[in-house]
Structure formats: C-alpha cells, structure tokens
C-alpha cells in the first residue's frame, strides 16, 4: 500500500509550481490562449450554438493558465513516482504507448460525437472543432512523457520547434474560425439573451 504522504513527497521532489515555459514563444502562446478564449467569447454573440463558444473559451483559458504553471508536468511526476513506488517503472514504455493509444482513440471519438452533435452547424465551427481535437491530443500526449514523442516535438524545421508549430497551429484555427462567427451578422431571429 502506498502512503498519501509518501506519494507527495515524491512528487514534490520531481516537480514544482514555478513558470513552465519562460521564453518570448511561451508567452506569446499564453497570450494566443487568451486571445483565442476571448474570441470565442465574441463569436457566441452570433452563433447557434453559443454552448460551443463558451465552453471552448473556458477550455482555452484553462489551457492557458496550465501552459505557465505546467500542470501536465505535475500528472507526469505523479505518473513517475506511482510507477516506481509500485514497482512498473521499468516497463512504463508500454503503459505510455497504451495512454497514447487510448489518447488519439478518445480524440477519434470525441471528434465523431462531437461532429454528429454539431452536424447542422459544421460550416460555423468545424474548423475550430478541428482546432481544439488537435490542441487537446497535442497537451495529452506531451503529458504521457513519451521519450520519442518528445524528441519529436523539440526537432526544428527552419528554427520553428514543432511543439510550437503543433499548438500555435490548434490554437490559430480556433481562433480564425471564432473571429469570422464574431464577425458575422447575427442570425435572423435570434436575439442576444445571456
């Protein structure tokens, strides 16, 4: 049986709340999260399915306060010391491939449902829909601590780090799509109600 205590205090050890990522290309992303969270605020103005907008906007400032405080790192850590204090450490390669595996079929998943849910409105929000699945398994997988993965990520094309790339990418499609709905008229027979 593993003790609370111990278990904190392995974690503890391995990881602390301090700034994730400090660099100008962290903030910037930072400040894309925010950006992107308070266009989707605007775009729920004139949209059909203002439950989309809002619940995006809060899932982006969620993201955004986890980008600096990087409290993937901590689910990692707590991965880590649970796998050494039970004895698996050794053969976290396959449990990181399955939480990968189980990652990308959730991401396929919620993607189908999602798109059976938003059908009729697909031409509003598809392109941020495809954002946000895309942003989501991106923040998943980096949380798994998977070696090759990582290596991945931190490989440059032309000085552009493709964690940059991958996440800026999500982010810049949600935000596209939430300026043109923000921009739009709103829709015949709709009148604004909070």
């Known amino acids: 049986m593993i003790s609370a205590t111990a278990l904190r205090s392995c974690i503890a050890e391995q990881w ?34 203002r439950w989309f907008w809002l619940i995006l906007a809060l899932l982006l400032f969620a993201l955004m ?42 991401g396929f998943w919620i993607s189908l449902v999602s798109l059976w849910f938003l059908r009729k409105h697909l031409r509003e929000v598809g392109i941020a829909l495809i954002g946000f699945v895309t942003l989501i398994c991106f923040v998943m997988i980096r949380a798994a601590g998977f070696h090759n993965f990582d290596a991945f990520l931190g ?7 493709m964690n940059w790339l991958l996440e800026l990418s999500g982010i810049a499609l949600i935000a596209a799509n939430a300026a043109w709905v923000g921009r739009r008229r709103q829709p015949r027979g709709m009148e604004y109600t909070e």
């Open 16 to 49: 602390s709340p301090t700034i994730g990522d400090p660099s100008v290309i962290g903030w910037l992303t930072v400040a894309a999260y925010g950006f992107a969270a308070l266009l989707c605020l605007r775009a729920r103005r004139n949209s059909h399915v």
């Open 65 to 106: 306060i986890n980008k600096q405080l990087d409290l993937q790192s901590a689910l990692t850590a707590s991965a880590r010391c649970l796998s050494q204090m039970q004895g698996w450490y050794e053969d976290r390669k396959s449990v990181q491939i399955g939480f990968i595996i189980v990652v990308v079929f959730s």
């Open 155 to 161: 490989a440059e094309i032309m000085s552009i780090r």
